[in-house]
């Protein structure tokens, strides 16, 4: 079966043998928003999927070679290694639940060669975003690490480092009428008639063990069909849950239709003060803000990729310049204190509350 992932720039065309039909299962329903019969382009790279049994597949003196790290990450289930072989021009990488066979440079060979088992999902999800962002950013795409809600044409996105209250920000704003789920952790941004436009990327949510409990739906969504033992985790303990199960407790699946990026909510939890919100109208400052939540290649760990696909940030640059312009037409607002989030009170300078304390370097 041959199937196509069209993204902006991208196509990705999988080559998928009957014996790994029921491990692609997952990756494809978590990829059924861009997955076609058709490619939208000519396709920018080939993956040939087939089964693997790492017993036989793979020579014995290979598992005795020493393991490189290839993703380490928040989430646990998201952390791997793997033995590295280098042979004929080409580049292996594998453990026991996949095995990928690399070209040394994927501009002139465009062929990777993919055997997985039902273990691989997460690691195939993150192979195949991180071939797109590679990919994206080479023809001037500028990705965002961000969460985001949206509302008719327009979208809202959160963004900040870790610990920040993203996550609460998003869910406080999504109980509000009127504005439904957009994205969990990525945005592509692109230039649209002088607007920015953001089109999202799938995500698997990783959510703590507190906001969890703080919503007795989402707590028994989380028990029945995520992680039975829910008790034994302590507040702080964050889940990777089914976006699939996110989503239908949110009451929206996820769509990949792009949105006008409205405004940037920057927010830090305070526990126990009182919401603050201030607009930023310094140029420099919101700038330095867009330039902390850029999503670039020195971020991503995955498969060292940075052998195998190293954009020349050419054309990303000039992007990325260009956003600056486009961005006088996005708010930008400092959330302090206790996150509970109406976004039309937040974003209507009129009825924001005091200005936090200016901060300082």
């Not at 997460?122 to 023809?139: A, C, K, S, W, Y």
């Not at 971020?299 to 600056?324: G, I, K």
Request: with cysteine; glycine share 6%; net charge negative.
């Amino acid at each position: 079966m041959i199937q196509y992932l069209n993204f902006l720039h991208t196509t990705v065309r999988f080559d998928l043998a009957d014996d790994a039909a029921a491990a692609f299962a997952p990756i494809q329903r978590f990829f059924r928003h861009l997955l076609a019969d058709q490619g939208a382009h000519e396709p920018t790279f080939r993956i040939e999927v087939r089964g693997y049994d790492p017993s036989a597949d793979i020579a014995p003196e290979v598992w005795t070679l020493p393991q490189s790290v290839i993703r380490r990450s928040n989430a646990a289930e998201f952390n791997f290694d793997a033995h590295i072989v280098d042979r004929g021009g080409r580049r292996l990488y594998v453990n026991r639940a996949t095995l990928l066979d690399a070209p040394v440079d994927a501009r002139k060979d465009n062929t990777f060669q993919l055997r997985i088992t039902e273990a691989s999902t997460v690691q195939v999800l993150d192979f195949v975003r991180d071939l797109v962002i590679r990919h994206e950013e080479d023809n001037g795409t500028v990705v965002l690490h961000a969460s985001g809600i949206q509302r008719g044409d327009e979208a809202v996105i959160v963004a900040g480092p870790k610990g920040a209250g993203k996550t609460t920000t998003l869910l406080s704003a999504l109980r509000r009428p009127g504005w439904s789920y957009f994205t969990g952790d990525k945005l592509f941004c692109t230039l649209d008639g002088g607007r920015i436009s953001v089109h999202p990327w799938r995500d698997y949510p990783y959510v703590g063990v507190g906001t969890i409990r703080a919503d007795a739906r989402l707590e028994q969504l989380v028990r029945e069909q995520v992680d039975p033992g829910l008790d034994g985790h302590e507040p702080g303990h964050k889940i990777l849950m089914d976006p699939d199960v996110f989503e239908s407790w949110l009451g929206a699946e996820f769509s990949a239709e792009p949105r006008r990026l409205a405004a940037i909510l920057l927010p830090e939890v305070r526990p126990g003060e009182p919401l603050a919100v201030r607009h930023l109208t310094d140029d420099n400052e919101r700038w330095a803000h867009l330039n902390k939540i850029v999503d670039r290649q020195v971020d991503t760990t995955f498969f060292t990729w940075q052998s195998h696909l190293v954009p020349d940030y050419a054309r990303f640059y000039r992007s990325l310049a260009e956003l600056r312009t486009a961005l006088d037409q996005v708010a930008m607002v400092r959330l302090t204190g206790t996150l509970d989030i109406d976004p039309d009170a937040v974003l209507d300078p009129a009825t924001a509350n005091s200005p936090a304390p200016q901060e300082t370097s």
